[in-house]
């Protein structure tokens, strides 16, 4: 099971200058303080240290050290295959799926390593929600879609099973959308109410950390701008880490952000910080457009 009650007030940012890496491979992992009036503002959610992650033999993710913060908006950006949804999968431990797939280091949420052996999965998961790059509801009807969770959770009780529906739906902002046809299939909704949907089957169970995998990459603009406009409305009641290629999507949505390029983590700050003024030139030159 994951107990206790991560408490820590500091952030740190993960320094892998180029320079540094070649002198000195060690510093690819160090862990430096982030300013002071950074290390303050919240506790820390999930932490990496040295982490690593393996396809057989392949290091997709190589000693990753990172502090992501509670209740804010973190997004993971870099180019194709460098190992940022690898990562963000591992947070709830969907990598455990691939059978190839294995980790070293620690990836710590509430003070607990997430690939401890006794670990309890199944509470994790209900702890650490997730939305995927193209909507999956199920092949059942909306109600039954959102109640999902709940029911595997033991809740039985049909007034708060449809208390719950009605909150989380409303929640996901499709409530009015679809609240006269519960009982019609999902697969009937379009792209993006689909998308709101499953963010809705999400949060039914309660979860304390959103992972979303580039969750607007199959929707249109208009569906897309919903998505971002309900991770507003949820920053500050949940962590919510996102994945995207988009980076003036990561600009608009995200309170800090991680640029991964090639496995590594090259800079971790706030988002501000990151797009005006980042302190490493591979950042520089990917969110210039030189690369990527």
């Excluded at 932490?47 to 992501?68: H, M, P, Q």
């Excluded at 190839?100 to 199944?122: K, M, S, W």
Aim: charged share 25%.
């Amino acid at each position: 099971m994951v107990m206790g009650t991560l408490e820590e007030k500091k952030m740190s940012t993960t320094d892998n200058t180029t320079g540094s890496m070649e002198k000195n491979p060690a510093a690819a992992s160090a862990v430096i303080e982030a300013p002071a009036e950074e290390s303050t503002m919240k506790s820390i959610h999930v932490k990496a240290r040295d982490f690593s992650i393996f396809y057989g033999t392949n290091e997709a993710v190589k000693s990753v050290n990172i502090d992501i913060p509670e209740n804010e908006v973190t997004a993971i950006i870099g180019p194709s295959g460098c190992g940022k949804s690898t990562f963000l999968r591992c947070i709830n431990r969907m990598n455990d799926l691939i059978p190839a797939c294995h980790t070293t280091g620690e990836l710590i949420f509430d003070n607990q390593n997430i690939y401890h052996p006794r670990l309890n999965v199944v509470s994790l998961r209900q702890r650490i929600g997730m939305v995927f790059q193209r909507p999956n509801p199920f092949p059942k009807s909306i109600l039954d879609n959102v109640a999902y969770g709940p029911r595997l959770q033991g809740i039985r009780n049909r007034s708060v099973l449809m208390d719950i529906v009605e909150q989380s739906l409303k929640q996901a902002a499709i409530w009015d959308e679809v609240k006269d046809r519960l009982n019609d299939n999902a697969l009937g909704l379009s792209g993006g109410q689909q998308q709101r949907l499953c963010l809705a089957r999400a949060l039914a169970v309660k979860p304390e950390i959103l992972l979303m995998d580039e969750p607007t990459s199959a929707l249109d603009p208009k569906a897309t701008a919903r998505i971002e406009d309900l991770i507003d409305e949820l920053r500050g009641d949940y962590t919510i880490i996102i994945v995207t290629h988009n980076m003036q999507q990561a600009a608009r949505v995200s309170d800090y952000t991680a640029f991964f390029y090639e496995g590594i983590l090259v800079e971790f700050g706030k988002t501000e910080q990151v797009f005006t003024n980042p302190r490493e030139k591979r950042t520089e030159d990917y969110i210039t457009g030189r690369f990527g």
